[in-house]
């Protein structure tokens, strides 16, 4: 690749990951560090912000097999423009009124945009850079997006303290409107070499080949536990965890949340690095899941006034989850003109850790509640968010037992180690 197709290749990619960026921020950022605010807004409780949440995860995840097929077969231009702009409607769309059902219809339109743009990503991955550039790139993707929520989170809640958190979410919106524009005049199409030859499987056929594949199913699995801390403290509760466990204020604990997005940013390529100079993919994804849970287990176990310990462990937490490394093991074992299906159908599953891991922890909330309640909210106490993390922990246990069927691969030239 000379020097003049690597820039083109990158500015593509880059496109791509800035728009992945603000999906991330979409999501995460905004009811993480104003929960308060959305609970009051929309008169709801644990259980009801954590099912507006989901409804995010409940149309990005169904459709994640959908955008593969979609991104295998129509222009990546026009795809990344349009759900750009549905993403922005969406944004706009949850503080359109005061009805918790218009914002459950404007989570799920950001569902429905989000869902293609880590798939985009890694479609633009596997056709403008070599197989043995695949898992540095995929980690870059992820770092980046995860850096959105380190990026948006303290400025949402700093900007929030200046202006009317509805009008911030509104601005919001009119950026995404601009980054379309940006992707339309930028972004061209470009087919892998290895596609050029190729016919395109038919869909059914396709599908049918991922779906009898344990390693596709293994992958997918793998890739919901180890992304369960991102999902339930990451997208949701990771701020009014530290708050309550750790007596901090609401800048500091969404710092300290922050602390898994960076982690994750700098885990990603550190992992993928890891995974070249060990020659496995499968030895680093175990490292990190077991790690992860160890992780998550000491920042339970500390006293409430070691504030800078549970910023450490959050971080190392982050470090580990780093590790998403079935992405590009699972496109080095499939053909490039499904890569999009695949890739869809791994985080179709791994996106289940939300649908299933944010109403729970919301569960297990009300479950262990004191009934105490303060204007009008109510007030879960510091054992409630434990109990909340350990659910979390054993969910990651039983992804540490199904990676061990894990097949690994070479990350530096595709064969099998």
């Not at 799920?108 to 985009?120: R, V, W």
């Not at 994804?285 to 920042?299: H, P, T």
Request: with cysteine; net charge positive.
């Amino acid at each position: 690749m000379n020097n003049k197709n690597a820039l083109k290749s990158f500015v593509v990619w880059f496109c791509m990951a800035i728009f992945y960026f603000y999906c991330f921020i979409a999501r995460s950022s905004f009811i993480t560090v104003l929960a308060k605010d959305f609970m009051k807004f929309y008169a709801i409780d644990a259980i009801g912000l954590s099912a507006l949440t989901s409804c995010y995860y409940w149309i990005y995840t169904g459709m994640q097999i959908p955008v593969g097929i979609i991104c295998d077969k129509f222009s990546l231009r026009k795809t990344a423009t349009l759900m750009c702009l549905v993403t922005a409607i969406g944004v706009f769309t949850i503080v359109a009124t005061h009805s918790f059902y218009i914002a459950a219809l404007g989570e799920m339109i950001i569902g429905f945009g989000s869902a293609f743009a880590f798939i985009l990503c890694l479609k633009v991955i596997t056709a403008w850079f070599p197989e043995n550039k695949i898992a540095i790139m995929s980690a870059y993707t992820m770092s980046l997006g995860g850096f959105g929520p380190v990026v948006g989170g303290p400025t949402v809640s700093f900007i929030t303290q200046k202006f009317m958190w509805r009008d911030v979410i509104m601005v919001f919106a009119g950026i995404g409107v601009l980054l379309a524009i940006a992707i339309y005049t930028i972004v061209r199409d470009h087919k892998a070499k290895a596609e050029v030859n190729e016919e395109h499987a038919p869909i059914m056929e396709s599908l049918k080949m991922i779906l009898k594949s344990k390693q596709a199913w293994i992958l997918s699995l793998f890739t919901m536990a180890l992304y369960s801390p991102l999902s339930a403290l990451g997208d949701l509760w990771g701020v009014s965890f530290v708050e309550t466990v750790f007596k901090a204020d609401r800048g500091t604990a969404t710092i300290a949340s922050n602390m898994i997005y960076i982690g994750m940013v700098l885990g990603g390529p550190l992992m993928a690095t890891l995974a070249v100079k060990l020659n496995s993919y499968k030895k680093v994804m175990l490292l990190g899941i077991i790690s992860e849970a160890v992780c998550l287990g000491i920042s339970i176990s500390i006293p409430e006034t070691s504030i800078y310990i549970a910023f450490a462990l959050l971080f190392a937490t982050g470090i580990c989850s780093g590790a998403m490394l079935s992405y590009p093991l699972a496109l080095t074992l499939f053909p490039k003109r499904i890569s999009a299906t695949v890739s869809g159908f791994v985080n179709m599953m791994s996106m289940v850790s939300g649908i299933i891991l944010m109403p729970a922890f919301g569960f297990v909330l009300n479950m262990f509640w004191d009934g105490t309640i303060e204007n009008g909210i109510k007030i879960y106490s510091a054992g409630d968010f434990k109990c909340g993390v350990i659910a979390v922990i054993l969910f990651i246990c039983v992804g540490v037992v199904i990676t061990m069927f894990t097949k690994d691969r070479s990350p530096r030239a595709g064969e099998y180690s």
